[in-house]
């Protein structure tokens, strides 16, 4: 191995066979259960289903194994209050606004909300999700690039341990050559404020190659980290998904072992006492008929199988779950429906624990978002000859609101009222019913609206067009002045 490395005995521990050591026994215990949480997303749930002591290896395989992934509906719940939706970055300088919106125009080059959605995917399961900030020197353009949080190591600074002072990213990969001593390969990929070193290591021939290396142009590490929530103790983020993912696991085992007792248990047993040999003759259309036998008995035995108890403990666990995870009852749905359908108040108000999820990521997102914003355009502008510190960027970040959840008869009495005190317009309206319109987009098709009504005959701001509520007070007010009249009462002056 080169002696002249610019990271020293930094790069003998990682890509030596001592790179566990860089690792404390709860990480590594921690990696490993992200794989598990992995499974768990993707579905991949069978082969946690136990096999219990005494059991057979045929036995165990016949058995029916159900499964049911919670685990994905409820990350997937998370990520679409939060990243699924459009985030605007604001720039004050107009120049730093081009340089984001071309970045992320999906034409040329992606769509950035399918990236944010993957990216908490990430953080939600792996804990924490790294975002490398690259540039293509042939291409001249600035990207984005994932990487879970299992496949990341952080070294402190040596003078702030508080602080990323070095930034490690290690994963193996299956490189297709024949030879086994090649075969799988760990790339690895070493980051500080100064410098950058990229290497190849093969972990059985215990043969490593210097790839690339050289100085850091930005002075920072290009990178931010997403996590669910802060950790005070470690670089990594904290998540749930080890609870839910346990309370999975155990649902998964119940179910299967209530299939087992509907399988066993649900038929009666015919049992014959007999002296001597029986011969029995039985059928749908007859009896049961013992000859030959000087005494004997046959009767049916029919186990209690706990079906209803059992039942009961996997409701308590999909409630349990729900507790934990605090998602709605529409995404952990419930055999047992409700009567009638609730209003969306109702909603609403069962939809204050998932509101505040949401809103606990949003706070642990947004400062690393902005981070991102503002990184992006010191790369972008750096590798075009413009060296460029992410403090002098100036940009803000605004996550979409979610849209309370109302009944069409409450959305309606809601929107009429806020039409009436001006507290929205049409135009918010046309905007809500179609999410990826401009507001200037909505302006021209009302006004085009408007122009074609007035053009068919129709008074736009006549009585006849008038709301329910200036309908009443209309007659209203007709019906007071005839019954004032009966009695004598003169109708009121119009003021001037």
């Given at each position: 191995?080169?002696?002249?490395?610019?990271?020293g005995?930094?790069v003998?521990?990682?890509?030596?066979?001592?790179?566990?050591?860089?690792l404390?026994?709860?990480?590594?215990?921690?990696?490993k259960?992200?794989?598990?949480?992995?499974?768990f997303?993707y579905?991949?749930?069978?082969?946690?289903?136990?096999?219990?002591?005494?059991?057979?290896?045929?036995d165990?395989?016949?058995?029916?194994?159900?499964?049911f992934?919670?685990?994905?509906?409820?990350?997937?719940?998370?990520?679409?209050?939060?990243m699924?939706?459009?985030?605007?970055?604001?720039y004050v300088?107009a120049?730093?606004?081009?340089?984001?919106?071309?970045?992320?125009?999906?034409?040329?080059?992606?769509n950035?909300?399918?990236?944010?959605k993957?990216?908490?995917?990430?953080?939600?399961?792996?804990?924490?999700?790294?975002?490398?900030?690259?540039?293509?020197q042939?291409?001249?353009?600035?990207?984005?690039e994932?990487?879970?949080?299992?496949?990341?190591?952080f070294?402190p600074?040596?003078?702030?341990p508080?602080?990323?002072?070095t930034l490690?990213?290690g994963?193996?990969?299956?490189?297709?050559i024949?030879?086994?001593?090649?075969r799988?390969?760990?790339?690895?990929?070493?980051?500080d404020?100064?410098k950058?070193?990229?290497w190849?290591?093969s972990?059985?021939?215990?043969?490593?190659?210097?790839?690339?290396?050289g100085?850091?142009?930005?002075?920072?590490?290009?990178?931010?980290?997403?996590?669910p929530?802060?950790?005070?103790?470690?670089?990594?983020g904290?998540?749930?998904i080890?609870?839910?993912?346990?309370?999975?696991?155990?649902?998964?085992?119940?179910?299967?072992?209530?299939?087992?007792?509907?399988?066993?248990?649900?038929?009666?047993?015919?049992?014959?006492?007999?002296?001597?040999?029986?011969?029995?003759?039985?059928?749908?259309?007859?009896?049961l008929i013992?000859?030959?036998?000087a005494?004997?008995?046959?009767?049916?035995i029919?186990?209690?199988p706990?079906?209803a108890?059992?039942?009961?403990?996997?409701?308590?666990?999909?409630?349990?779950l729900q507790n934990v995870?605090?998602?709605p009852?529409?995404?952990?749905?419930?055999?047992?429906t409700?009567?009638?359908?609730e209003?969306?108040?109702?909603?609403?108000i069962?939809?204050?624990?998932?509101?505040?999820?949401w809103?606990?990521?949003?706070?642990s997102?947004?400062?690393?978002?902005?981070?991102?914003?503002r990184?992006?355009?010191?790369?972008?502008?750096?590798?075009?000859?413009?060296?460029?510190?992410?403090?002098?960027?100036?940009?803000?970040?605004?996550?979409?609101?979610?849209?309370?959840?109302?009944a069409p008869?409450e959305?309606?009495?809601?929107?009429?009222?806020?039409?009436?005190?001006?507290l929205?317009?049409?135009?918010?309206?046309l905007m809500?019913?179609?999410?990826?319109?401009?507001?200037?987009?909505?302006?021209?098709?009302?006004?085009?609206?408007?122009?074609?009504m007035?053009?068919?005959g129709?008074?736009?701001?006549?009585?006849?067009?008038?709301t329910?509520?200036?309908?009443?007070k209309i007659?209203?007010?007709?019906k007071?002045?005839?019954?004032n009249?009966q009695?004598g009462?003169?109708?009121?002056e119009?003021?001037a």
């Amino acid at each position: 191995m080169p002696t002249n490395t610019i990271f020293g005995s930094v790069v003998d521990r990682i890509i030596g066979s001592s790179f566990n050591d860089l690792l404390t026994k709860e990480r590594q215990y921690e990696i490993k259960q992200i794989g598990k949480y992995w499974d768990f997303y993707y579905g991949f749930q069978e082969g946690y289903i136990k096999q219990y002591r005494g059991e057979s290896n045929e036995d165990y395989q016949d058995k029916d194994k159900p499964q049911f992934n919670y685990t994905k509906a409820i990350v997937n719940e998370y990520v679409n209050g939060v990243m699924a939706k459009p985030i605007t970055f604001k720039y004050v300088s107009a120049d730093d606004q081009k340089v984001w919106d071309t970045i992320t125009n999906p034409i040329s080059f992606f769509n950035i909300v399918p990236f944010f959605k993957k990216c908490q995917r990430i953080a939600e399961v792996s804990n924490t999700c790294v975002v490398m900030i690259r540039y293509d020197q042939q291409r001249k353009l600035t990207f984005f690039e994932e990487i879970r949080g299992e496949f990341v190591h952080f070294l402190p600074k040596e003078n702030n341990p508080k602080e990323i002072g070095t930034l490690v990213i290690g994963y193996l990969f299956d490189t297709g050559i024949p030879d086994p001593q090649k075969r799988i390969m760990k790339r690895i990929e070493i980051w500080d404020e100064n410098k950058w070193e990229v290497w190849l290591h093969s972990p059985y021939a215990r043969e490593q190659k210097l790839l690339d290396s050289g100085d850091n142009p930005y002075g920072f590490i290009p990178a931010i980290r997403l996590v669910p929530e802060e950790d005070d103790n470690t670089f990594y983020g904290l998540s749930k998904i080890g609870d839910i993912v346990k309370v999975n696991e155990i649902y998964n085992n119940l179910w299967t072992a209530l299939m087992r007792i509907c399988v066993n248990q649900s038929f009666s047993i015919l049992v014959v006492k007999s002296e001597g040999e029986v011969a029995l003759t039985i059928a749908p259309t007859r009896f049961l008929i013992l000859e030959n036998t000087a005494e004997g008995s046959a009767s049916y035995i029919t186990p209690n199988p706990k079906i209803a108890e059992v039942e009961a403990v996997l409701m308590d666990l999909k409630n349990e779950l729900q507790n934990v995870s605090h998602v709605p009852t529409e995404v952990i749905a419930s055999a047992k429906t409700a009567a009638s359908a609730e209003s969306g108040y109702a909603l609403r108000i069962r939809r204050i624990p998932i509101e505040g999820e949401w809103e606990t990521r949003r706070m642990s997102y947004g400062p690393s978002l902005r981070d991102l914003g503002r990184m992006t355009v010191a790369v972008d502008k750096t590798n075009k000859g413009i060296k460029t510190d992410p403090a002098s960027v100036d940009v803000s970040v605004k996550f979409t609101d979610t849209v309370p959840v109302l009944a069409p008869q409450e959305q309606l009495l809601t929107d009429e009222q806020d039409l009436r005190y001006n507290l929205l317009t049409p135009v918010d309206l046309l905007m809500r019913k179609n999410p990826g319109m401009s507001r200037e987009e909505a302006i021209a098709i009302i006004k085009k609206n408007q122009k074609e009504m007035e053009d068919l005959g129709f008074n736009l701001f006549g009585e006849d067009n008038a709301t329910e509520f200036e309908k009443l007070k209309i007659k209203t007010g007709q019906k007071t002045q005839k019954a004032n009249a009966q009695v004598g009462i003169p109708p009121k002056e119009k003021s001037a």
